[in-house]
């Protein structure tokens, strides 16, 4: 992948910023960027001392920046004291900004709500006293399972006001997962919905929760609250479930902050991994708030009136840095989304930026490539029929955007005249580390470009030594920063294998390849280097996937890899050894769908295999492990031309080629 980027970056042309753009930037200008570069490299701790000073509210200043005494376990902050709902609500409450609002929460069916930052602070108030009520308290930890909603964004904030730590998941999870994930976190409470409604369809939440408590281990859940969405029947266990709005009713809509120190875990997010189960990705409070709300500021120069919109869902990493935090943090008004960017019809999106009058755009690439397809087949929803001049800034995220797809969405979306930011970032760093500034960075479409002050970015060699520009290598952070993260929930040993591997001296390995423009040092990602697939932008590990495919009894074996898709950027494909012989026709038809729907039945939907091929064996070496490297190249659909000389059983290599 590597040799194709250099030259295709050559032939791209560069896209310059208007001076309309830079004039009115906060960072306006690449001597402007190249100041607050300079400045982090300087004075490192005092840039971020200055930082967290001037744009956080602190209930006890700190004394001291940074500890690196246990790195690389770093404590930012560590003796301030501050509280996340009150940075997000009650200080512009208290600015006189009570009346503007949060949050435009658009349903899937179209109807429109706004909620103003003096309403949110009280429903997170009320919130809030509801679950102290339920006896949570500071440390236990809460997952959320609910649809978007301004309910799921209060749920988040009630956690951070009373000091729970909450851990999302993502309303497509299965019960397995759900399980899973309140087991690790040894949830004391499950917030969730009756049902979620998406396309015109309700979909069960409350049932998959039943389900997952019902699989046992759960033992620390003592209620579960239900947000009533739908309507629709739910069975209710009393006295472990609650209605929410039977339970906030009677409760006071003032609630007084818990002050937390700095490291005080604000959430964990479960992310997928290389090896194992997905780990609980654990996140300050005091140094993430700060970039959440830096990044707002800086990648997308949100301004007093603008309207944002971030598409992402708070399931993952980026609705909780850019819908249920960073908006907040800086007190901006934003778009919040219930339905399906294809539902009534695949111009939704469009419409909503032209009803609302978005200005800041952020989506991901496989949304903008499945509508560049819809707007080619069906006239009605190209975005040439709706009036999007309102937009300022685009933005992308969760996958490396290809050329095509970014000139599209510059021309079609952007009429020419919105910067887009690239944004890279992942689970881990807690909000965006490589992306352009709208008012400074020239773009090149399929490149990140360069990192944000304060952020020590490079690629390395397998020993973590520099490589020349124009050698694609191992992405590196090379020093800490505020949002990255802490632990993983209860495996701190995995956290510093995965992430300071020994070799690397220090630096935090991303995870991702990259390669630097020879002439520009411009950073383009050249996708994961370990055993993660990014499908639709949505991170999943192969071992996940084979776990839950070998747990179904007809399965012997399996070995799951990526192959590339115009459409998702990535797709499934599972090689399969049976403990029967191999099926063909109908019936490899029907084992097929049955594996698909039971990885479904496992993980979610998401993780269904696209591909499933059949073979008595996969192709091994002579000590057995399996050569991921062959399946790769078959899974393309390509003839094998690597070296197989140290394959101990070549004829599956022919087997296996044959697709059902
Ligand atoms: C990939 C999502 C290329 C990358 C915020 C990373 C990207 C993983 C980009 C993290 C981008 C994210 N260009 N690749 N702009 N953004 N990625 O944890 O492989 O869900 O490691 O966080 O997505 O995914 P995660």
């Not at 070296?643 to 022919?654: F, G, K, Q, V």
Request: one cysteine or more.
């Amino acid at each position: 992948m590597t040799e194709q980027l250099v030259p295709e970056h050559h032939e791209l042309k560069t896209y310059y910023p208007s001076s309309e753009a830079v004039q009115r930037a906060r960072i306006s200008g690449m001597d402007a960027y190249r100041k607050l570069v300079a400045e982090a490299e300087g004075d490192f701790e005092g840039f971020w001392a200055r930082l967290a000073r001037e744009h956080l509210a602190w209930n006890k200043p700190f004394t001291q920046t940074l500890d690196a005494s246990g790195a690389p376990f770093y404590k930012w902050f560590a003796d301030g004291k501050l509280n996340v709902s009150y940075n997000c609500l009650d200080r512009h409450v208290e600015a006189g900004k009570g009346g503007k609002t949060a949050i435009v929460f658009e349903a899937d069916d179209g109807t429109v709500t706004r909620v103003s930052y003096g309403e949110l602070l009280e429903r997170t108030a009320k919130f809030a006293n509801a679950l102290k009520s339920l006896g949570v308290k500071k440390g236990d930890r809460v997952v959320i399972y609910m649809p978007m909603s301004v309910e799921g964004v209060t749920a988040m904030q009630a956690c951070a006001r009373i000091g729970a730590t909450h851990s999302v998941v993502f309303g497509g999870f299965s019960a397995q997962s759900l399980r899973d994930r309140i087991q690790d976190a040894g949830a004391v409470l499950v917030i969730t919905a009756d049902e979620q409604r998406r396309g015109g369809k309700a979909l069960p939440l409350k049932a998959i929760v039943d389900e997952a408590l019902g699989l046992g281990g759960c033992d620390t859940v003592r209620n579960v609250v239900v947000y009533r969405r739908t309507g629709g029947d739910v069975a209710f266990h009393a006295p472990r479930d609650l209605w929410l709005h039977e339970l906030v009713a009677g409760q006071s809509a003032t609630c007084a902050p818990e002050w937390v120190e700095a490291e005080h875990p604000l959430f964990l997010l479960y992310t997928s991994g290389s090896t194992g189960k997905p780990k609980g990705v654990q996140h300050s409070t005091a140094g993430y708030l700060l970039w959440a709300q830096l990044t707002m500021l800086w990648t997308f120069d949100i301004q007093p009136d603008d309207l944002f919109w971030c598409t992402a869902d708070i399931g993952w990493v980026t609705g909780h840095t850019y819908i249920a935090y960073g908006p907040l943090a800086c007190g901006a008004t934003e778009v919040v989304f219930e339905g399906v960017p294809t539902f009534p019809d695949a111009g939704r999106f469009w419409k909503m930026i032209q009803d609302h009058k978005v200005n800041v755009f952020y989506t991901a690439p496989t949304a903008i490539r499945s509508l560049i397809k819809a707007a080619e087949t069906n006239a009605a929803v190209h975005p040439r029929n709706y009036k999007l001049d309102s937009l300022r800034i685009l933005g992308t995220v969760g996958e490396p955007i290809n050329p095509a797809a970014w000139e599209w969405y510059y021309e079609h979306i952007g009429g020419g005249r919105c910067p887009i930011v690239d944004t890279w970032w992942q689970t881990e760093t807690g909000g965006h580390m490589l992306t352009p500034l709208p008012g400074a960075t020239p773009m090149v479409p399929g490149s990140c470009t360069l990192p944000l002050p304060g952020i020590f970015a490079e690629v390395v060699d397998e020993a973590g030594h520099d490589l020349p520009w124009g050698t694609g290598g191992i992405l590196v952070i090379k020093k800490p920063w505020p949002a990255m993260i802490r632990t993983i929930y209860g495996d701190p040993g995995r956290f510093k294998k995965s992430y300071y591997p020994e070799e690397l001296h220090g630096y935090y390995l991303a995870g991702d390849g990259a390669i630097r423009d020879p002439h520009t040092g411009y950073f383009t990602i050249t996708g994961r280097i370990d055993d993660v697939l990014n499908v639709s932008g949505h991170r999943m590990g192969t071992m996940e996937i084979e776990s839950a495919l070998v747990s179904h009894p007809i399965v012997a074996e399996a070995a799951v890899v990526g192959r590339p898709d115009d459409l998702t950027g990535e797709a499934v494909c599972a090689f399969v050894v049976l403990k029967r012989p191999v099926p063909t026709g109908e019936e490899a038809l029907q084992i097929a769908q049955e594996l698909r729907n039971h990885v479904g039945k496992e993980i979610g939907a998401i993780a269904k295999p696209r591909d499933i091929r059949f073979g008595d064996n996969l192709p091994k070496t002579r000590s057995g492990k399996i050569m991921r490297r062959l399946l790769r190249t078959l899974a393309k659909g390509e003839a094998i031309t690597q070296d197989t000389s140290t394959l101990e059983n070549p004829a599956i290599l022919e087997q296996l080629a044959r697709t059902h």
